[in-house]
């Protein structure tokens, strides 16, 4: 690359160098800067660096990742309305392809775009010998510590969508060989890894105020926990994937402990890492208590599970990866029951409020479908306020009966009836992030800021990491007890300790109420395989032949199975010796199916490669069954 080359002095002269192809010389000559006006200038490059989070507004986007839809409204989270052209269930029916596919901003080019950025800084400031910041020096290697883990980062987004990936960690010339092979996925993870500690060995333990929310030590290494974690999956390590074409296959299929013990290792770099006075460097959010709740609930939403998500000693303790400014208060209004005025745009589905526990009179949580539970007081027409869920829940989802803005909810009559205009149709009203003391119009605004990386998800990989290699049951047993007490949950019972089978159920069904609506389902039920597993498949024969209509199966046969081909939801209906009391009537809830969904393997385990992609790029190879 010669010196001459001319760049705009802000990020879009950086897009423009990545369109490979194109010949990012031919510029119009207004405002432009040679390479060595850049990179010999700190600020410039600090800028640039700034910039490449910037794009995490597009590529890593939390509550809207599909642009108008989390990933939760195509997973057995949430089901997405028809505003939008419908975006998410174009997904959901199979319409989507290697030549379309809604959203943007997330795919394979727009990520690949932001990766040559960091090779570009990488490239320049080596090349040019940027001087460090002369208001504070070592801020320059901070800002190539950034640059390393971004560039991990972002290949870690294409391989958590595709699977096997080319790691680009260097500089391509737009005018040479454009046919790159992809790596396997093993080896796209020795190659974050090795950016992470690149990352690690120039970033803090801890960022000043002034740099708050860009990472820093735990940030990598909670990378290389993710991404060791994934490795060791079934989908990676042990699983086998119908009609499996990707090139790393052999190496997917023979499970290897190894892995295992790595993420293991991994977790726990995180976890022991501590501040300058020997403090740990992440906690869990653990402000206000039992007393605590939001006002407007019925005290039924403690103030602690609301404010993690909105007040700052969370985001300093707990949030190891945020991406700031991620939705404003407009995004609440999308959601909110046509009651506040909203449109319900994600409603949680049964699939998911199946997950949250009950509380037994013994003191331990049980999952509703537990053999024990309607001995210990579970009522499935009175499943609420019967007998005592997760407090999470609570949090999460606005059910019929539901105390929300000091207004009871009811999905029986009204704006708010199942099937009415913009409302549910599922039965449930998403609450998880909302700030109630918003409604459209009322003047008040905000910013949400969406955790990308938080320290119970590196939590859950450390005790399943146990789990899996032979660890301490009692260590396992408090981490995920640590988890839930800070919820207000109780324990999980003693008499799963040191029962690998059902220790794992707990942890998998932590991370399935811990992490909701924060995109990690999509990718979690994939990397266990699930919607090809024996055992799920099973209970979809079983869901299949129990009855004459999809609402008698829906109800008879539950837990639902784990496929990706259906959600089911609950209706109130009118019943005198109901024990649900909402405007004056008596209700029991009544199970209901909603919709089929399409899911087929191995399809639907990947996104397809682009096919303009594959035009490009001659060596690429298409993801199993596209």
Sequence with gaps: MKKTTQLLLYIPYIICLCACKKDFLDRKPDDQMTELQ??????????????????????????????????????????????????????????????????????????????????????????????????????LNSRLGETYFLRAYYHYLAARLYGEIPYIDYLIDPNGNMNIKQNTFHEVVEKICSDCDSAIALLPVSQPDAQFARAEKGTALALKAIVRWMAATPLYNGGTLPNDTRIGKTSYTTRDDKRWQAARDAAKAVLDLK????????????????????????????????????????????????????????????????????GSRQQPVQEQVDEYEYISPNGYGYPVYDPRAVTDGYDDANPYEGIKRDPRFYRDVIYHGATFRSSVKNTA????????????????????????????????????????????????????????????????????????????????????????????????????????????????????????????????????????????????????????????????????????????????MQRFYVAAWVFVSPTHYFFPIMQDELVKDLLLQQNPGW
Excluded at 74 to 84: A, K, M, N, P, Y
Excluded at 103 to 115: E, H, N, P, Q, R
Excluded at 538 to 557: C, L, M, Y
Aim: with cysteine; hydrophobic share 30%.
């Design 413 to 588: 009559t009204g704006s708010d009836k199942i099937g009415a205009t913009n409302a549910t149709t599922t039965g449930y009203f998403l609450r998880k992030f909302y700030r109630e003391d918003y409604r459209p119009g009322n003047g008040v605004s905000f910013q949400i800021h969406f955790p990308l990386i938080r320290l119970p998800e590196i939590m859950l990989i450390y005790a399943e990491a146990l789990n899996e290699t032979g660890g301490s049951a009692d260590d396992i047993m408090t981490m995920l007890n640590t988890i839930r007490q800070r919820s207000f949950m109780v324990p999980v019972p003693p008499e799963i300790k040191g029962d690998k089978v059902k220790t794992n159920e707990y942890i998998q069904r932590e991370r399935r109420i811990e992490l909701f609506y924060e995109n990690k389902r999509w990718f979690t039920s994939r990397l266990y395989l699930e919607p090809s597993s024996t055992t799920e498949l099973n209970k979809e024969q079983a869901w299949q032949s129990a009855g004459g209509d999809n609402d008698t199966r829906s109800q008879h046969v539950w837990p639902y199975p784990r496929c990706q081909r259906m959600v089911n939801g609950m209706k109130p209906v009118e019943d005198p010796n109901g024990k649900i009391v909402v405007g004056g009537k008596t209700y029991s």
């Design 38 to 139: 850049v990179f010999s200038d700190y600020e410039k490059v600090n800028k640039l660096v700034t910039d490449l989070y910037g794009d995490l507004h597009s590529r890593s986007r939390g509550l809207a990742f599909l642009q108008n839809f989390s990933l939760s409204s195509i997973t057995d989270e949430c089901r997405g309305s028809t505003v939008e052209n419908g975006e998410s269930r174009t997904f959901n029916t199979g319409g989507w392809n290697p030549s379309s596919q809604p959203g943007g901003g997330y795919k394979w080019a727009d990520i690949y775009s932001t990766i040559r950025v960091a090779n570009l800084i990488l490239t320049g400031v080596r090349t040019y010998h940027t001087p460090d910041n002369p208001l504070n020096t070592g801020d």
């Design 275 to 342: 501040m300058d006075n020997g403090q740990p460097r992440y906690t869990l959010y653990a402000n206000y208590g039992l007393t605590d709740f939001v006002s407007g609930s019925n005290n039924k939403v403690y103030t602690r599970l609301y404010q993690m998500y909105y007040d700052f000693t969370a985001f300093k303790t707990e949030a190891i990866f945020m991406n700031m400014n991620d939705k404003y208060e407009a995004w609440q209004g999308d959601n909110y029951p046509p009651s506040e005025g909203g």
